[in-house]
């Protein structure tokens, strides 16, 4: 079983809507790190960017551990043209972005998963944080009483 790596702060941070599987177009170092597990998704975010009126999807920010490239190297996300052009009409949409997920492998290929997502407000993150404690207590309470 190959190794997941996960943006765990991306589920904290955002209010994930839709998700969806790409490619990811790398160089032997970055899949070298993949597969050691030594990537970093923490800030990072999908971007658009038009090369001859055609959209295309990147990942930015995302820092893999290499020794002979940048490690901060944007990297191209590989979707259909359905795909490319649903991102595109939803991140037009007010407060929402290209979050990254999780990298893996599927059948040898690192693929990607990302979500479209709106970011959370403090009190909504602080929330959250206080259902975890109270199921924690119970959860205590229920170990103990056993």
């Known amino acids: 079983m190959e190794k997941t790596i996960q943006n765990k702060e991306a589920r904290f941070n955002y209010e994930i809507l839709d998700e969806l599987e790409a490619g990811l177009q790398l160089k032997g170092d970055e899949i070298k790190s993949i597969r050691s597990g030594r990537v970093n998704l923490k800030g990072s ?63 040898g290929l690192a693929k990607i998963k990302i979500g479209v997502g709106r970011g959370k407000k403090t009190f909504d993150k602080r929330e959250l944080i206080r259902k975890r404690e109270i199921d924690r207590k119970i959860a205590r309470v229920v170990k103990n009483l056993k």
Do not use: M
Not at 81 to 93: A, C, D, N, R, S
């Open 45 to 107: 975010y999908g971007k658009i960017f038009y090369s001859n009126g055609k959209p295309e999807v990147f990942l930015v920010g995302a820092h893999f551990f290499t020794t002979t490239l940048d490690p901060y190297r944007t990297k191209k996300l590989l979707l259909k043209k359905e795909e490319i052009k649903k991102l595109v009409g939803k991140t037009q949409e007010k407060g929402l972005t290209i979050v990254p997920l999780s990298i893996y492998f599927k059948r």
